[in-house]
């Protein structure tokens, strides 16, 4: 080789020590507080259009008159009532269909058999939208609490089933080789290696069947019940009392965010393998 | 792919079973023999990986297998392993057997001490696991993630969890490939003291001439599906590389696999 030429070559300046903790903290806070301003934004202008007449409380009551009726509510009792019947439903619903979407995907990934059996008609099946079964599930179950329990029961299986069922035939095949090697047990395999490797996506699927799970109750709640949120809703409709309303819809969304924290929760608490938490 | 694959466990099991007991009943294995391979062969489609490997490693010996990439060395592994349902002809290993992979195949979902006593049940068990973990330099991490060690602790772990179910026969698929050169020879080290305290039987896989000339007892290379050199090491320990039996067995070696020595020498010296 002949001798190394040498030659110029321009040189950039990187930009250093500029993002540095503080920085990105104080970014941060900013921009919570800039939220926060426009919610108030918008729920002042709203409680002023109820003052000045604008909006009228048989279309929509204003923020403070909605934040009474709440109070009321609470205090007699009706609200903690509607909630825990609603919270039943969803609750009965979740614990019937979660086991049957996870059953399901451990039959179907693991044998030709189940798969053969379970996959197609599953994958058929999920395209019903869950809502439209709501007539024949009140011809099998009548009008009571059932109809509704097996609703979101059968609603809740499919996101479980789908994401467990996909993550089960995805495992990474090397740790089955290793499981083998180790001569562990088909039931020890099962329990060691598939099912933890897809928690996961389990997790996943049981936060969109817990979204799920209220979405069917809020349409189901709302024909032939008697208690719950959504009976209350229906019957605060009949005497255009838009407050009550409001409230309702205000405690459907407190709970689909507290049902999805604890899931959040509980992903934090039990992924801590993961690597990058 | 999952599905195949536990399935294959279960029937798997169930033939390698039967083929011992088969074995034990028709055919006599000479004493102190760990493992016992004849005329073994593999194709894949129309191409023969192995063509009838005769092997036997007696009990305690360490054998380094050696080949160039694609000459089946692994393929042979996995046989032995019984991880590969494809070969035929007789394959007669000891029932504890242990594997180490290029990879360690840690459960990411499972701390280090759970790693190594995986499948294994009970307080004896787990106060053995972190004895072997002690003897590996791993002492204190047993409630570690697998996610917080580096490649080498790692590959040590599944060192222990190999050895942690006493093996008779230790089947290492080039462990150390993916290690650094100064971690790589703190593993030999390593092994060599696990292997003469706990004394399996070893095969290595490796494509590392040193590697195999520094720990084994004996050196096979495998060409083209066969076994084309079946050589003894005899070099006293502690056994350096400037020693003059050493180069010479590494010379034969390189020779065997079609490595020009001198040529790729100099090819290695001046980069151009």
Redesign the interface.
């Known amino acids: 080789m002949t001798a190394r030429q040498v030659m110029e070559v321009p040189l950039v300046v990187l930009r250093t020590g500029v993002a540095d903790q503080r920085a990105k903290r104080l970014r941060r806070s900013s921009r919570s507080l800039e939220r926060l301003i426009g919610v108030i934004a918008l729920l002042s202008i709203w409680q002023v259009a109820a003052w000045l007449g604008w909006i009228t409380p048989d279309i929509l009551a204003g923020p403070l008159n909605v934040l009474g009726t709440a109070w009321d509510l609470l205090v007699d009792g009706t609200l903690a009532g509607a909630v825990c019947a609603s919270l039943q439903r969803v609750v009965i619903g979740l614990a019937i269909g979660i086991p049957v979407g996870v059953g399901l995907a451990v039959w179907s990934g693991l044998s030709r058999t189940g798969e053969n059996l379970v996959d197609s008609p599953m994958q058929m099946i999920r395209f019903l939208p869950v809502i439209a079964l709501q007539p024949l599930f009140l011809l099998w179950f009548g009008i009571g609490n059932e109809a509704k329990i097996a609703l979101i029961s059968f609603g809740v299986v499919f996101p479980v089933y789908i994401n467990t069922s996909v993550a089960i035939r995805t495992i990474d095949p090397r740790n089955l080789e290793l499981a083998k090697t180790i001569g562990l047990t088909r039931w020890a395999t099962i329990r060691r290696v598939v099912l933890t490797a897809v928690t996961p996506a389990f997790l996943v699927g049981l936060r969109m069947a817990v979204a799920i799970s209220w979405l069917i109750l809020v349409f189901a709640e709302q024909i032939n019940a008697r208690e719950g949120v959504g009976a209350l809703v229906i019957k605060a409709q009949t005497f255009f009392l838009t407050d009550v309303i409001v409230v309702c819809l205000g405690v459907y969304a407190v709970l689909g965010l507290l049902s999805d924290f604890g899931v959040r929760l509980l992903e934090r608490k039990v992924l801590q393998w993961q690597p990058g938490r | ?3 195949r ?6 029937t ?2 169930d033939e390698l079973s039967a083929e011992l007991d088969r074995n034990s009943d028709s055919k006599t294995v000479e004493s102190g023999i760990a493992t016992d391979v004849r005329e073994v062969r593999r194709v894949f489609g129309d191409r023969v990986v192995l063509d009838g490997i005769n092997l036997k490693l007696h009990r305690g010996e360490f054998v380094a297998l050696l080949g160039r990439s694609g000459s089946g060395k692994t393929t042979l592994l996995r046989a032995l ?3 590969d349902t494809g070969v035929t002809g007789t394959i007669l290993v000891p029932e504890q ?3 180490v ?1 290029q ?1 360690p ?1 840690l ?4 701390k280090v001490l759970d790693n190594v006593v ?2 294994l049940k009970g307080d004896e068990h787990r106060r053995h696991g972190e004895e072997v973990l002690a003897e590996v330099g791993l002492a204190g991490h047993e409630s570690d ?3 917080t060690l580096s490649g080498g602790e790692a590959q040590r772990v599944s060192l222990a ?1 190999a050895l942690v ?1 006493q093996p008779d026969l230790l089947l290492l698929d080039e462990p150390f490939g993916a290690l650094d050169a100064l971690t790589r020879i703190r593993m030999h080290t390593l092994l060599q003291r696990l292997c003469s305290r706990y004394t399996p039987a070893v095969l290595l896989v490796t494509h590392d001439v040193d590697e195999a000339l520094l720990l084994a007892d004996r050196v096979l290379v495998l060409t083209e599906g066969e076994i084309s050199l079946d050589l003894p090491v005899t070099i006293p320990s502690p056994r350096l590389r400037g020693d003059s039996t050493f180069i010479a067995l590494r010379s034969r070696l390189l020779a065997e696999l079609g490595v020009d020595e001198v040529a790729e020498g100099d090819h290695e010296r001046n980069p ?1």
């Not at chain 2, 459960?107 to 499972?110: E, G, I, R, S």
């Open positions: 792919m999952a599905t694959e536990i399935d294959l466990i279960d798997l099991n392993a019984g991880l057997r242990s594997v992979f990879d195949r459960l990411p979902w499972a995986l499948g993630w697998p996610k969890r179910r151009s």
